[in-house]
Nanobody, 118 residues
Framework: QVQLVESGGGLVQAGGSLRLSCAAS????????MGWFRQAPGKEREYVAG????????YYADSVKGRFTIFRDNPKNTVYLRMNSLKPEDTAVYYC???????????WGQGTQVTVSS
């Protein structure tokens, strides 16, 4: 079955960096685009970044553009989110997801908590 397992979250000071990982299994990882989303307390889940199956095309929300980088390692079945210059407003649970097609995502991980202190 499809499984997505995030890791790498934690507590970091503002201006710091983290790298999130999402290990995928149960499907042909290299055939799917992937994405990262986040949800802060009391807020709706929001899109953060996306990447094509080959890794050659990436997309970012305006709020993270220039600070976050999404990339993937297909032989390792893993997608990453490198987060630099973190801000307190980046505090959220971060989820990776498999892109079914278009803007639809069909499988989600359990999430990893990122907390940025001021």
């Amino acid at each position: 079955q499809v499984q997505l397992v995030e890791s790498g979250g934690g507590l970091v000071q503002a201006g710091g960096s983290l790298r999130l990982s999402c290990a995928a299994s149960g499907f042909t990882f290299s055939s799917y685009g992937m994405g990262w989303f986040r949800q802060a307390p009391g807020k709706e889940r929001e899109y953060v970044a996306g990447i094509s199956w080959s890794g050659t095309i990436t997309y970012y929300a305006d709020s993270v553009k220039g600070r976050f980088t999404i990339f993937r390692d297909n032989p390792k079945n893993t997608v990453y989110l490198r987060m630099n210059s973190l801000k307190p407003e980046d505090t959220a649970v971060y989820y990776c997801a498999r892109r079914r097609g278009g803007t639809e995502y069909d499988y989600w991980g359990q999430g990893t908590q990122v907390t940025v202190s001021s």
